[in-house]
């Protein structure tokens, strides 16, 4: 996830109770991941799980609209990653003025004299000063016999705007000019991508929980193909980075919303495996990056190949079904119905009428009574202090180092191309890892050994030697593959350390501070311009810290899910093993998502 998670890279949340969801928290991921330990309410006859489980809970009708909406998480990654490529850093050198020809190549045999050489490559903002006699030549004279090395000294001056490139890509550093003293700016691009991200996921959430998770989705990623488009036409830089902000203000909602979606979809006993299969396309779109940018090496073109096909999002307002918890949570009790009837239909399966009328009758009774919970947010700060504070700095240090690892993959040496694109399937198997360590040795220890392995990999990085890409590769990438299995496993473990009527709220705070860490990760390429290893050594040192702090966490596997302040209390307590029988309705309702 880029990350970015990654991006990422915050968590699209859910209330399953009362049949009425919320997305309206900036996050990515959310406690919609444990929507899958809803098991216990397809018991009652007249709720959707129980309805969901008998027309199927994951039948055509839910396999066709699931596969139609991992196309928007595809996108997703195209769109808050796609920084990396259009605005990065160019290989370039000085143009000697009296060795270059307009048709010399970046690579030459009199460099040894002429551009130092360092961190393993030529120098690429100085060259060696020149000698008297020759600095009075024309900066356009092409090659002459000053072209030696007795006309050149030991000391070094700046390059101005003047350079030989390697390679025939294009990015808004060649086309704007941003070089050397001014690199800082293509930096500072990928943090406007977060800051729009930070102003987006929310306003978003909100307006999916007005207006429609299917409208949302479409409209947004229908913006989002406009600003990208309109980016590619750029003049300067102050309109490319203008429209990066409003790209991401309205199309980074297209992760949490698709999410929240796809997993309203299916039945209480498949939302764990959907919520973890369709954040693994995001990581496949982050792959996907990769070939097209080694296919299309001109950022102009680059954004309309990544944003062109995305305005067919508009289609999803007719092709696809409104999420059936948000029409009930609205009272519209007509569309519900068609939705789950058509859905029956597909699936080839029954659906009693009097089961449908059962569903809306109590669901109008639940709009009726319900009012507007109390969130004793004072309370639960002065209580769960050292929880809260402890989870934010987990957050953080994971979009720092999520993304920052993304990010830093181009810098890697070799073929940045195919270092991104191993970025991106490396979290594939990341995604899936929780789902069988979880349970067998407890979320707080996952959490923990995943962050001191990535740790120990960052670490051992900034040992290997400069021309060992290899061994470099390798660490990277068990690094990359520990972080996103720890933050696949934080989205799961935050939503079941707090009680009911903050978990939402908190799980919200915890992902903003998180999105601090994402605004900063793209500023650490800039550290190895002072220190090759830097930015591996400040992840090494955030993952060691934030690893052994976990183990101050309680520990919430086969617990629980706490409802009150009491409850999360007594997470802490030492686990006590249940005494009722496992038929027996007592054994059923912790599973309950309340």
Same mark, same amino acid.
């Given at each position: ?29 959310g ?16 709720? +959707? ?19 139609? &909406? ?34 010399? $190549? ?21 060259r ?25 000294g ?18 808004i550093s ?11 700016? &293509? ?12 102003? %987006?996921?929310?306003? %978003? ?11 949302? $989705? ?14 590619? +036409? ?8 203008? #429209? ?36 693994? #396309? ?10 097209l ?16 096909p ?43 009428e009097?089961?449908?009328?059962? $569903? ?42 999520? &993304? ?46 995943s ?16 021309d060992?890409?290899a ?5 990277? $990438? ?74 101050? #966490? ?16 007594? &997470? ?13 309705e ?9």
């Amino acid at each position: 996830m880029s990350d970015e998670k990654q991006s990422i890279n915050g968590a699209a949340s859910a209330v399953v109770e009362n049949e009425c969801p919320t997305t309206s928290n900036g996050h990515l991921f959310g406690p919609e991941t444990e929507a899958g330990r809803v098991e216990a309410s397809a018991e009652e006859d007249n709720s +959707l799980d129980a309805i969901l489980v008998r027309i199927g809970q994951f039948g055509r009708f839910q396999l066709i609209n699931y596969a139609l &909406l991992c196309v928007p998480m595809v996108f997703n990654a195209f769109f808050s990653i796609s920084y990396v490529f259009t605005a990065s850093t160019v290989v370039q050198r000085c143009n000697i003025t009296q060795c270059d020809s307009p048709d010399s $190549l970046y690579e030459a045999p009199w460099l040894n004299f002429t551009v130092p050489y360092k961190n393993s490559a030529w120098d690429s903002c100085s060259r060696y000063v020149s000698v008297p006699e020759t600095q009075s030549l024309s900066s356009s004279l092409p090659s002459t016999e000053f072209c030696s090395e007795e006309y050149f000294g030991n000391k070094t001056e700046s390059c101005g705007t003047d350079f030989k490139f390697r390679d025939e890509e294009k990015t808004i550093s060649t086309e704007f000019n941003i070089f050397c003293q001014d690199e800082w700016k &293509l930096s500072l691009v990928g943090t406007i991508n977060n800051v729009g991200q930070f102003v %987006g996921i929310p306003l %978003g959430g909100y307006f999916a929980d007005r207006y429609g998770r299917r409208t949302m $989705l479409a409209i947004a990623g229908s913006l989002s193909a406009l600003m990208g488009i309109i980016r590619s +036409l750029s003049t300067n830089y102050s309109m490319f980075l203008c #429209f990066e902000f409003l790209d991401m203000a309205v199309g980074s909602t297209l992760f949490p919303t698709a999410f929240l979606l796809a997993i309203e979809l299916v039945g209480p006993k498949r939302r764990v495996a959907a919520a973890t299969i369709i954040t693994i #396309f995001y990581s496949i779109g982050e792959a996907m990056l990769g070939v097209l940018a080694a296919h299309v090496q001109d950022w102009r073109w680059l954004l309309r190949v990544l944003y062109a096909p995305a305005i067919l999002h508009v289609l999803m307002l007719w092709i696809l079904p409104e999420s059936v918890r948000w029409l009930l949570c609205q009272g519209e009790e007509k569309r519900a119905a068609a939705v789950l009837k058509r859905a029956a239909e597909i699936n080839k399966r029954p659906l009693p009428e009097a089961q449908v009328d059962q $569903l809306l009758n109590s669901n109008r009774q639940k709009l009726q009574q319900a009012n507007e919970s109390q969130y004793p947010i004072s309370q639960a700060a002065r209580l769960f202090a050292w929880r809260i504070a402890n989870c934010c700095f987990c957050w953080f240090t994971h979009t720092l180092i999520a &993304l920052g690892l993304s990010l830093n993959s181009v810098n890697l040496g070799g073929n940045k191309y195919n270092n991104f694109m191993f970025n991106g399937f490396v979290q594939i198997p990341g995604l899936i890892l929780p789902l069988v360590i979880m349970d067998r040795i407890g979320r707080r220890y996952s959490l923990c050994i995943s962050m001191l392995i990535c740790a120990i990999c960052m670490a051992a990085s900034a040992a290997v030697g400069p021309d060992d890409y290899a061994g470099s590769l390798t660490l990277f $990438l068990i690094g990359k593959l520990a972080i996103t299995c720890s933050f696949q496993i934080l989205y799961f473990f935050t939503s079941e350390m707090f009680p009911t009527n903050v978990r939402n709220s908190l799980l919200s705070f915890c992902s903003m501070i998180g999105r601090i860490g994402s605004m900063l990760a793209p500023q650490t390429p800039l550290l190895a311009k002072y220190y090759k290893h830097a930015p591996s050594i400040l992840f090494a040192t955030f993952a060691l810290v934030s690893g052994f702090l976990t183990l101050g #966490f309680p520990e919430t596997a086969d617990k629980v899910l706490p409802t009150t302040m009491e409850d999360a209390r007594d &997470l802490d307590a030492p686990r006590q093993h249940s005494d009722f029988p496992e038929d027996s309705e007592e054994q059923v309702a912790p599973s309950k998502m309340c």
